[in-house]
Structures are given as structure tokens and as C-alpha cells.
């Protein structure tokens, strides 16, 4: 059985882009930041980081979609923070970014990484989102270059 080998991934070559949604915006900023700090720190050179922002989690899809089909991009992190906040709107938006974001990665070949979160409580979202207890931001940059060497060590084989 033949095994994946490591793929030596040249960071410097690759291209990305991280798109955050506006809604929310005091958490997914915070996650934003530590996304882009993550690739950079991988090794991505900041040019080759494309950053944009949507109105809110809803159109994360749609402008995850728009990056990958007029950047030359390896992957994109879509970064979004629904907050339920008694409103049934809460349930509509987290399946329509959950699903519109799966579909996307199958439709496209290309790792869309899931950075949305889904919490019942602004302090949730608070604590998701801060340095000391991991930052869901991060953890999608880091997904999505897991996916992207994943996909270089398959054609390698
Ligand atoms: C409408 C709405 C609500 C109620 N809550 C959130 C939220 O918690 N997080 C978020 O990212 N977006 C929210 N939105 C906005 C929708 O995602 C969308 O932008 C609007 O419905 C316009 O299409």
C-alpha cells in the first residue's frame, strides 16, 4: 500500500484568502487577526493573503465562492460569528453558512475551511474568539492549510 508522503508544502507559493462577515464584527475581528497571524506565521507571504469582508454569515458562501473563482487561490477561510440572541433568524443563517460552506468545498475541489461560530451566548462567542482559550480563527487558518497540504501530498503519490 502506497503511503501519502509529506509534501513539503512551499508556503511561499501559496495563496489564500480569508473572508469575514461584518455581523458580529467585534468577535470576527478578533478571529480575522489570528487567521491572517496563522498563515503568515506558516509561511504564506502577506501579498499572497487576499482579505475581504461580507455583510454577514449568511453571504459567506457566496463570497467564498466569488474569491475562488476570480482569485488564483489555493483555499479560503470563511470567518463568522452567529450568535442566537432569541431570534429564530439564528437557526436560517447557521444552516444556510453550514451547508452553503460544505457544498462549496465539494463544488469547487478546493478546502473551504469553516471558521463560523455557532453560539448560544455572546460570552461564548467571546471566549472562542480570545488568545488564551484558542481562537476558532486560528484553528480554521490551520484546517485550511491541513486540507491544502493534504491535496499536494495525494498528487505526489
Ligand atoms: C440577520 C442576522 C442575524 C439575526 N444574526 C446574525 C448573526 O448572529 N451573525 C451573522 O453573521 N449574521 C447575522 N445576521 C445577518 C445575516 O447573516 C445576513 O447578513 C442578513 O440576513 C442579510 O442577508
Not at 80 to 97: L, M, Q, S
Not at 128 to 142: D, H, M, P, Q, T
Request: aromatic letters at 6%; proline letters at 3%; one cysteine or more.
Amino acid at each position: 500500500m502506497a503511503d501519502i508522503k509529506d509534501s513539503m508544502t512551499d508556503w511561499s507559493t501559496k495563496k489564500v484568502a480569508i473572508v469575514a462577515a461584518n455581523w458580529n464584527s467585534f468577535i470576527t475581528d478578533e478571529m480575522l487577526e489570528a487567521a491572517e497571524y496563522t498563515l503568515k506565521r506558516k509561511g504564506i507571504p502577506e501579498e499572497n493573503i487576499y482579505v475581504s469582508r461580507c455583510p454577514g454569515s449568511f453571504e459567506l458562501p457566496l463570497a467564498c465562492k466569488w474569491c475562488l473563482e476570480h482569485l488564483e487561490i489555493d483555499g479560503v477561510a470563511a470567518i463568522g460569528a452567529v450568535i442566537r440572541g432569541g431570534t429564530p433568524h439564528f437557526d436560517y443563517v447557521c444552516e444556510a453558512v453550514t451547508r452553503g460552506i460544505a457544498d462549496l468545498n465539494l463544488q469547487t475541489g478546493k478546502p473551504v475551511a469553516f471558521g463560523v461560530l455557532t453560539t448560544d451566548t455572546v460570552e461564548q462567542a467571546t471566549e472562542r474568539a480570545s488568545v488564551e482559550k484558542g481562537n476558532k480563527g486560528a484553528e480554521a487558518a490551520l484546517a485550511l492549510c491541513e486540507m491544502i497540504e493534504l491535496k499536494n501530498s495525494l498528487k505526489s503519490i
